[in-house]
């Protein structure tokens, strides 16, 4: 991620590095192994994601979901949510819910659940009592909806 966050302007003019894409993958791959679970790939985005497949199936890419869910989840931890912003734009992912043909009220039910999705993971929402006001909130500052 690192990789394509710095060069994001290069890779909107050129296309991503086959080479790039196969590194994440293998990366990832061997941080599973390691870890013996997907844990170390699969945070509170991929929970959000998931939760969006339960409330809207079919409606936009894995991808795009966790995208979307980074954005968010990068505020939360007070992380720079603004770079992920910019590096989906750079590259023409979406970064709000009408771009993927969802409505804000799934957003933000979505943000409610995720963690239910799985409970016995850590992740940032399992430190944040996601009421409907916090994931309105939380969706309308970083533009999502």
């Known amino acids: 991620a690192k990789i394509v966050m710095e060069n994001s302007s290069y890779y909107a003019k050129n296309g991503l ?9 293998i990366s990832a791959g061997v941080a599973s192994c390691i870890a013996g679970s997907s844990r170390p790939c ?11 497949d339960k409330i809207a199936p079919g409606r936009g890419l894995h ?3 966790c995208g979307i869910g980074s954005i968010m989840m990068a505020k939360l931890q007070g992380q720079d949510w603004k770079k992920i912003v910019k590096t989906l734009k750079d590259v023409g992912a979406p970064v709000s819910a ?12 979505a943000l409610m ?4 999705l799985r409970p016995e993971r850590y992740t940032i929402l399992k430190e944040i009592e996601m009421t409907e006001k916090k994931a309105l909130n939380l969706a309308k500052m970083t533009n999502v909806i």
């Open 63 to 65: 991808g795009e979901k």
């Open 98 to 109: 009408k771009q993927v043909g969802l409505k804000s009220d799934e957003i933000i039910t």
């Open 42 to 52: 699969s945070g509170a985005e991929h929970l959000f994601s998931h939760a969006l």
């Open 17 to 25: 590095d086959i080479r790039v894409i196969v590194e994440a993958l």
């Open 113 to 116: 659940i995720a963690q239910e």
